[in-house]
């Protein structure tokens, strides 16, 4: 199987920062990348896939890039309603793995 | 507007069986790769098991082959899973979730359903 490694597994930031989100993934998945955003009780979301493509309606302040094994998800200028749970998965090959997520709270 | 809707969780013996069902409206049901993805509490998520649209391809995850089946009727826009021989480990949400990709063929799981709760507890 596939393992995607989150860094950091926490972040605290303010309400105007710019934030950043590593996934390394154990192999080549080229592109076949997803970000997602999870809130308490709630489903994940997707916000990026094809590693740097925005899911329509999503905000513009959300970007992820990269390609084979490394991939960052940016947020610019953090809303209040970013603070959440963001995860990585690849859908390269099956298992479709995903990250151990990445905890962003409020400073 | 597209919505997946699970139901059939709820609190069942370890050993038990229990069968998850995912109604699925607003899109072409039959035209999708479906899967199903659980959560622990306080876990991150995990792909169970996914089916092709037609029914015909299945995929399970090592920890649930043998113990659960997929599968699906494009004439009911549903979408099912049998579980059996439930663990403690297989407490969890499970979302219903619906396949999509790109023209590059790029995939993505776009609708997720609002996830229904299994706990396997004596």
């Known amino acids: 199987d596939i393992q995607l490694t989150q860094s950091p597994s926490f972040l605290s930031a303010s309400v105007g920062d710019r934030v950043t989100i590593t996934c390394r993934a154990s192999q080549g998945i080229s592109s076949y990348l997803a970000w997602y955003q999870q809130k308490p009780g709630k489903a994940p979301k997707l916000l990026i896939y094809?590693?740097?493509t925005l899911q329509s309606g999503v905000p513009s302040r959300f970007s992820g890039s990269g390609s084979g094994t490394e991939f960052t998800l940016t947020i610019n200028s953090l809303q209040p309603e970013d603070f959440a749970t963001y995860c990585c998965q690849q859908l390269n090959t099956y298992p479709y793995t995903f990250g151990q997520g990445t905890k962003l709270e409020i400073k | 507007e597209v919505q997946l809707v699970e139901s059939g969780g709820g609190l069942v013996q370890p050993g038990g069986s229990l069968r998850l069902s995912c109604s699925a409206s607003?899109?072409?049901?039959?035209?999708?790769?479906m899967h199903w993805v659980r959560q622990a509490p306080g876990k991150g998520l995990e792909s169970v098991s996914a089916?092709?649209?037609?029914?015909?391809?299945?995929y399970y995850a090592d920890s649930v082959k043998g113990r659960f089946t997929i599968s699906r009727d494009n004439s009911k826009n549903t979408l099912y899973l049998q579980m059996s021989s439930l663990r403690a480990e297989d407490t969890a949400v499970y979302y219903c979730?619906?396949?999509?990709?790109?023209?590059?063929?790029?995939?993505?799981?776009?609708?997720w359903g609002q996830g229904t709760l299994v706990t396997v507890s004596s």
């Open positions: 979730v619906r396949r999509n990709y790109d023209s590059g063929n790029h995939r993505y799981f776009d609708y």
């Open positions: 094809a590693a740097s």
């Open positions: 607003g899109f072409t049901f039959s035209s999708y790769n």
């Open positions: 089916i092709s649209d037609s029914g015909g391809s299945t």
